[in-house]
């Protein structure tokens, strides 16, 4: 270590010292300023000008259809807020707001201790009174020292459609939710913020801006003006979202659903807009308001349905017969499959010592591949697997969006399964399964499980030979891409002729769906899904082409039979709906 | 060994923080008062646990060897620069890559760690080199030193901190025997820039300027150069702020003062400032601060304490708590006059320039003399961090404090 004796001169020590008490000094003198000198002055304000900050809350942007018709709105209602060290007595004021408007002064207690951050700040007691219920209070102003009210705008749903899975619901911010949050100063307690749906999805856009007041309170706790240093900042409102959801399309297909479980997906395959979709039972969109009754909460929570639950992108079910043209395209894949060669269905084919049965137990004689897909053949699809192993056939399905999220929109979306080589080993060990596997694999039975949303990506890159985009329910300049499969040209013409076959073929499985009419083409699959929970799931997917638009839908009707006999008769009211609002043609639709 | 030690410590400044920290703990009982939530989001039960880690951390660095703090303050000093960069690796923590989440209860602010370990390593440099002071470019170098890390922290963003980071620079160049006016000539810029946006300052300064020039007889070329190229430096600065779009001049602004809503930090000092005068002498009384426990102000328990000290115990307190503050800052500044190791004596005027600027950057803006800056008050404030990281500098100067030689 270094020594020398003098590190610094006296001159040095005396001049830092003296800057370091100049510098503690001015602070002191600064405090005997304004606390001696300017005492009265501030003392005055203190104690008859209190500085009261009081946000208001920015009226969340609006949900708009395609066409710009409201979906959801905000209405205007009133709560009523308490400054708690303004309230000479907390109970008797409480029983008197009870007394005049006639709210459980219970509840007001319970929202106190609910919403309450610190003495002076304005304090959430009552929500949702009415404009009678406010003028009451004003009357008795001189009683309620510290009570105040304030405009809140609340969720209100005026169009006749529920949508109540796509739109999602708001929540109200209490502590624990505001302390989870990644930005929780752009949020009050009581705000309301975005919890499912496109409220979620899109809450950056449309939660807008609080707005920002100063007020002066004198003595009694009466707001004197704005202060004059802090102008006020007037609340932004949210920006207004326009979905791709037509209110007629969603209506009609609503209708279609009452009384029924399951999906319907109606939209337009290139650009991956849906114009409506229904998720079945379904609930109130207003349910999560707190304006309904308890009865009817505990119905919807109760219900086994589960009305709450999102068919679209969180239910998952076995596709059946709807995913042959994966198997189809992976035999075209095979240098040697001859699509051309018959095969023979006898209703049953013996696989080692299983016995796998075709849905028609009579057979199907001699099938080829068109007419394999159009009578929904299973033996044919039996007898050609060696033209393929498990891990191809995954590779073909997930070119196709299975087994991955599709990306839409809406929070929560749920990948299904898509069963491989890895897949098995570790869900039945490395000997647990056998090729057996494949022969369910193949006519989409057994391990696979995909969502509606999934069907409908499916579905739009058939229609558009791979070049769909991301299903969406927001309009946006940028369309995204999504995986696609890469297959040759005349693969694609060939599914989509045998496609035609299901629909048009007078053997079709899907001949319930078509409409005759010149000009229009329409396309098909049915499904017949067997499942551990009862019937079948009857799925339906397909399109239809006018000139050179084109629409896709999707069926699902969940234990309702064949599809053939139950989702595709449905599909044809939803074609002729599409061709109802969509086209010039509709004097000839039998509506 | 020990026996020594003990002898030599020097109990004044122990009882001094020991008034500090009982000050600030009385205060934040008073804060906590009303407080609802968890048991460790309550200010006061937070500091007195963290009072534990901060006074063993005390403890075992007064009896860590001299030799070895030397030795190692290169190393600490690297391990300084890569603890401020690693919160970018992590999560933006109320919009800032200040924290360090570690998974633990509280996050960890490493800046107020790489402080101290900068001015450490600044100190040795300063000692271990024979180098010219009296030459111009021999502060260039250590001033680079101290700008590395401190470039960081201000990226964080943290403004506060690298302002602290940077203060100790100049008083220990100052004390190490640099001309004090290159030191001048060092600032001189900063302040004909800052001047020139009014026609009275600038005047002054530039009578100043003349002034110092004139005393400190360099060549008359040098003076005529040093004198215009800082009158020319601030005639160019407002139209150069001027050129710039909007967009880039709020850039700079929201820079120099991060507060995200002027309206926010400006309601605080007026909020502060209330709360202060409103105390009087004797204040209002422990508890009984009306303008305290609005709890508009988001950091009364740090930035703002002294606010909550000025309503509830008057003049009187302040004054107190100032008063000790500036007679640790005095003894700080005696051990290094006193002390017969250069090496130790930098380090202390180091770490007593760090306090000071804590003290004097957070005062100041509570009362409204500098624009709102994050930072808290030494030893009072609640804070895990930064308590921490002052029991650090207090082992420290205990430990630099005791002279073998005698």
């Known amino acids: ?474 309009m946006s300049d940028t369309l995204q891409n999504i995986t696609e499969p890469s297959l040759p040209l005349d693969v694609w013409e060939r599914i989509i002729f045998d496609m035609g076959q299901v629909i048009n073929n007078i053997n079709g499985t899907g001949k319930n769906a078509n409409i005759d009419l010149n000009n229009i083409n329409i396309f098909g699959k049915t499904g017949t899904a067997e499942n551990p929970h009862g019937e079948d799931h009857a799925w339906f997917i397909g399109w239809l082409e006018l000139h050179s638009q084109v629409w896709s839908v999707v069926v699902l009707l969940e234990n309702a039979g064949s599809g053939g006999t139950v989702a595709a008769p449905l599909a044809k009211k939803v074609f002729m709906d599409i061709l109802y609002n969509y086209s010039n043609i509709n004097a000839m639709v039998n509506k | 060994m020990i026996g020594l030690k003990t002898k030599e410590l020097h109990l004044s400044i122990v009882v001094t923080v020991f008034l500090l920290i009982l000050i600030g703990l009385i205060v934040l009982k008073s804060i906590s008062f009303h407080h609802q939530g968890s048991f460790l989001s309550n200010p006061f039960n937070k500091q007195i646990i963290f009072l534990i880690p901060a006074i063993t951390l005390a403890l075992i660095i007064i009896f860590i060897p001299r030799y070895s703090i030397h030795k190692y303050s290169y190393p600490f000093y690297v391990i300084g620069i890569i603890i401020v960069l690693l919160p970018f690796f992590g999560d933006l923590h109320s919009n800032t890559f200040r924290w360090l989440d570690l998974g633990l209860p509280f996050k960890i602010q490493p800046s107020e760690f790489a402080k101290v370990f900068t001015t450490i390593a600044l100190a040795r440099y300063l000692s271990d080199h024979t180098i010219q002071m009296k030459k111009f470019s021999s502060i260039i170098i250590p001033i680079g030193f101290v700008l590395i890390p401190t470039m960081i922290v201000m990226k964080q963003p943290d403004l506060g901190t690298a302002i602290v980071m940077l203060t100790p620079v100049l008083p220990m160049l100052y004390w190490s025997g640099a001309r004090p006016f290159y030191l001048f000539l060092l600032v001189a810029p900063i302040f004909s820039i800052l001047t020139a946006f009014q026609t009275f300052s600038f005047s002054i300064w530039a009578c100043i300027l003349g002034l110092v020039i004139i005393l400190a007889r360099p060549t008359l070329l040098m003076s005529i150069i040093l004198f215009f190229g800082n009158i020319f430096l601030g005639l160019i600065s407002p139209m150069a702020w001027n050129s710039l779009t909007l967009y880039q001049q709020g850039r700079i602004i929201s820079f120099l003062n991060p507060e995200k809503d002027p309206l926010g930090a400006a309601y605080q000092i007026i909020q502060s400032k209330t709360a202060i005068g409103s105390g009087g002498m004797f204040g209002k009384g422990w508890g009984q601060g009306t303008q305290t426990h609005l709890k508009f102000l988001p950091v009364q328990e740090s930035d703002f304490i002294l606010s909550v000290i000025g309503e509830e115990m008057g003049f009187v307190v302040i004054a107190i708590v100032l008063v000790l503050v500036c007679f640790l800052i005095l003894q700080i500044i005696k051990r290094a006059f006193l002390s017969k190791d250069r090496f130790s004596s930098l380090a202390l005027i180091g770490i007593g320039s760090i306090m000071l600027a804590h003290v004097f950057v957070n005062t100041a803006m509570t009362v409204g003399l500098i624009p709102v800056k994050g930072l808290p008050f030494p030893f009072i404030s609640a804070g895990g961090s930064f308590l921490i990281s002052s029991f650090f500098m207090v082992g420290l100067v205990l430990n630099l404090s005791i002279n073998y030689s005698d």
């Open chain 1, 1 to 474: 270590m270094l020594k020398a004796d003098n590190i610094a001169s006296i001159r040095q020590y005396y001049f830092a010292s003296c800057i370091s008490c100049c510098l503690i000094a001015l602070l002191i003198i600064r405090f005997f300023q304004l606390q001696i000198v300017d005492h009265d002055q501030y003392s005055k304000k203190a104690n008859t000008n209190r500085i009261r900050k009081v946000t208001s809350s920015a009226p969340r942007g609006l949900i708009l259809d395609r066409n710009g018709q409201i979906l959801v709105a905000n209405l205007p209602t009133y709560i009523l807020n308490a400054v708690p060290g303004e309230l000479p007595d907390k109970g008797a004021t409480f029983d008197f707001i009870s007394k005049i408007i006639g709210v459980d002064s219970i509840l007001l207690a319970r929202n106190y201790k609910k919403y309450y951050r610190g003495r002076f700040i304005p304090t959430r007691i009552a929500k949702d009174l009415t404009f009678s219920q406010i003028s009451r209070i004003e009357e008795n102003r001189l009683n309620l020292e510290g009570v105040y009210f304030q405009k809140f705008p609340e969720r209100y749903f005026p169009s006749s459609v529920r949508a109540s899975h796509i739109l999602g619901y708001v929540k109200e911010v209490d502590k624990d939710i505001r302390s989870n949050l990644n930005n929780p100063l752009s949020y009050e307690l009581g705000d309301i913020i975005g919890w499912s749906g496109l409220e979620k999805s899109y809450e950056n856009d449309l939660k807008g801006t609080h707005g920002i007041q100063f007020y002066q309170v004198d003595a009694f706790g009466r707001e004197a003006g704005y202060v004059e240093e802090f102008p006020p900042r007037i609340p932004e409102p949210g920006k207004n979202i326009i979905t791709t959801i037509d209110i007629n399309m969603q209506n009609s297909l609503e209708q279609h659903m009452v009384g029924k479980r399951g999906v319907i997906i109606v939209g337009i395959p290139l650009t991956g807009e849906i114009l409506g979709a229904v998720s079945n039972p379904d609930f109130r969109p207003d349910l999560f308001t707190g304006r309904i009754l308890e009865d009817e909460w505990n119905n919807v929570i109760n219900n086994q349905d589960k009305p709450l639950l999102n068919r679209f992108n969180q239910g998952l079910y076995p596709p059946g017969s709807i995913v042959k043209m994966i198997t189809e395209a992976a035999l075209l894949d095979h240098p040697d499959f001859d699509p051309y060669s018959s095969l023979l269905c006898e209703g049953s084919f013996q696989f080692g010592d299983r016995v796998f049965g075709c849905w028609n137990t009579l057979g199907h004689g001699n099938v080829d591949l068109t007419s394999a897909i159009m009578q929904s053949c299973d033996i044919y699809f039996y007898k050609t697997i060696n033209y393929y192993d498990l891990d191809k056939l995954a590779k073909f399905f997930k070119g196709f969006g299975f087994g991955l999220i599709t990306g839409i929109d809406i929070h929560g979306e749920y990948k299904g399964t898509v069963p491989d080589t890895d897949y098995m080993n570790q869900r039945y060990g490395r000997f647990g399964w056998s090729k057996g596997a494949l022969l369910n694999f193949c006519i989409g039975q057994g391990e696979i499980l995909v969502t509606p949303i999934q069907v409908f990506n499916y579905t739009n890159l058939l229609a558009t030979k791979g070049r769909a985009k991301r299903p969406h329910f927001v």
